[in-house]
Each structure stands twice: as C-alpha cells, then as structure tokens.
C-alpha cells in the first residue's frame, strides 16, 4: 500500500512539474529566446558582412551595413511590385568605392521577376530604380555597384 501512494505522489509531483515548467520556458516574456540577427554590420575591407537576407562584400576602404526597419521613411516601390527583400543601408569610406551586393534568391523569385533596387535619393521625388548587370547563380542575386539604400523588390 504504501508503494502505491508513493508512486500516486511522484506521479502527481513530476506532472505538476512539467506543467510549471512549460509555462516558465514558454511565459510571453520569454517567448523570444533567439538572438535577433544583427542590424548593423561594419568591416575593413576587403570583407564580407552577411546580413541574412543579403550579403555584402567591400574590395577598399570601410564598409558599413544597417538593416533599415522603418519603411515608412521611404518612397514606395514603383506600381505592380512589391519588397521581396529586406532594405538595407550600405555607406562606404571612402565614398563612390564599389561593392558587391548580393541577395538570396530562391526559385520562386525568377517567376516575380525580382531585382535588387537601388534607391535613387538623387532624383526629386527618391524612386527605386533596378541596378543593371545583376548575376543569378547558386540561388543568389548579385549587383556591383556603389554605396546606397538596397532592396529585393518584385512583383506580388
């Protein structure tokens, strides 16, 4: 008798626990336990700086990379497309060198006819204007190009 309520309380103690335990690991607070991937990248070239979604690669001088989070700062993207790709800022020292943007670029996006953009900040309103002599190879997009604000853009 005495084993059966001893394996009735273990049994009850170790259900209580797991369900304490879910709760702490999976609390709303705790909910995002992965590190965010970095926002803002910088290197001497020559160098690399992977941003997750884009990879950025410096030939002379510095680079420096920032994943933009406000969109609204920026003018839509020309009718009929839509952002495919995060907006990243990349800013060279000195400025005007060249630097090789790269973004994923999985099967699906050759059917919406993506392509990085760069914004124009030149032009009055800004507009997105597509980087010319972009490569598509081993499921990447690739431009060179200089410094500016850059963005996967396609259609829907």
């Known amino acids: 008798m005495k084993?059966?309520?001893?394996?009735?309380?273990?049994?009850?103690?170790?259900?209580?626990?797991?369900?304490?335990?879910q709760n702490v690991w999976a609390g709303p607070k705790d909910q995002p336990t992965v590190p965010p991937v970095a926002l803002v990248g910088g290197q001497t070239c020559?160098?690399?700086?992977?941003?997750?979604?884009?990879?950025?690669?410096?030939?002379?001088?510095?680079?420096?990379?920032?994943?933009?989070?406000?969109?609204?700062?920026y003018p839509s993207v020309p009718?009929?497309?839509?952002?495919?790709?995060?907006?990243?800022?990349?800013?060279?020292?000195?400025e005007g060198e060249l630097i090789e943007v790269c973004y994923a670029y999985p099967t699906e996006f050759a059917d919406k006819e993506a392509k990085i953009y760069k914004l124009n900040e030149a032009?009055?309103?800004?507009?997105?204007?597509?980087?010319?002599?972009?490569e598509i190879s081993g499921g990447q997009i690739c431009v060179t190009t200089t410094a500016g604000i850059f963005s996967l853009i396609g259609q829907p």
Request: net charge negative; charged share 20%; proline share 7%.
């Open 79 to 94: 009718d009929g497309l839509t952002f495919l790709g995060d907006l990243f800022k990349a800013t060279t020292i000195p």
């Open 46 to 73: 020559p160098y690399s700086i992977d941003m997750d979604t884009a990879l950025f690669t410096c030939f002379t001088g510095d680079m420096l990379v920032e994943r933009v989070v406000n969109l609204e700062q």
């Open 3 to 21: 084993t059966r309520y001893r394996l009735l309380i273990s049994l009850i103690l170790a259900s209580l626990l797991i369900v304490i335990g």
């Open 123 to 134: 032009s009055e309103p800004p507009t997105w204007e597509e980087v010319p002599g972009a």
